[in-house]
């Protein structure tokens, strides 16, 4: 599958990795030269291209006419909408998702726009990419679904009052362990000795905890 991701931050650069990884052809977009520079070596599987996504010719050289899916990632609002109407509208791509980054627009975000999914700010990203590929195995975890075991993510912020204590420290709810930590952009095993950081993200496999259990024993 042909990705195209537009908006290089921390969302856009997860799912241009896990894609990436289920051996998908991503390009990942970004309007900062800089940002596109710091990533080529940390996503040597992805084809980066520094640019405004919002430029029809920009979205062309990116791809955008063999396209089989456009994910809009950018932190505005305004943006992602025009990237995911010329992505339908002008390029045809048969599927575009698009975050909301502000719940007040979150009207906006329809078939008007050129958007088939729409995801709100809060949503875990292997729900987003699950629901924009329209496939349960894109990577191996998710195919625990199938099985009756849900895969949650959280990031630890500097408010977290996870931040600086070990993993084996933290309480889970029972039937909860964690599958990784991914620390700055790079998978780490979860040993119980590992101090938690902010900017870490948490994958985490339960059979019965909630999202609202997970973010009360890490936050």
């Known amino acids: ?23 998908n052809d991503v390009t990942l977009v970004d309007v900062h030269e800089d940002r596109v520079a710091e990533l080529a070596a940390r996503l040597q599987a992805v084809r980066l291209v520094a640019g405004d996504a919002c430029d029809p010719a920009l979205l062309e050289h990116a791809g955008a006419l063999t396209a089989d899916l456009v994910i809009a990632t950018t ?70 679904s199938k099985a009756g075991v849900d895969v949650i993510e959280t990031a630890i912020t500097p408010r977290s009052r996870a931040v600086g204590r070990a993993l084996g420290e933290i309480r889970l709810p029972e039937g909860t362990v964690v599958a ?23 994958l985490l496999v339960s059979h ?9 024993a890490f936050q």
């Open 75 to 144: 932190g505005d609002d305004e943006d992602n909408l025009v990237i995911s109407l010329l992505a339908k509208r002008q390029f045809s791509v048969p599927r575009v998702a698009a975050r909301i980054n502000d719940a007040d627009n979150a009207w906006l975000f329809d078939g008007r726009w050129g958007v088939d999914i729409a995801v709100p700010a809060a949503t875990p990203l292997i729900s987003l990419i699950e629901e924009a590929t329209g496939a349960t195995d894109t990577v191996a975890l998710l195919r625990l």
């Open 180 to 202: 990784t930590i991914v620390r700055d952009g790079q998978p780490t095993v979860p040993h119980p000795a590992v101090r938690l950081r902010a900017g870490d993200e948490l």
């Open 208 to 216: 019965c905890a909630t999202e609202r259990e997970i973010h009360a």
């Open 1 to 23: 599958m042909n990705v195209l991701i537009a908006g290089a931050g921390r969302l856009g650069t997860q799912i241009a990795q896990v894609l990436s990884a289920a051996r």
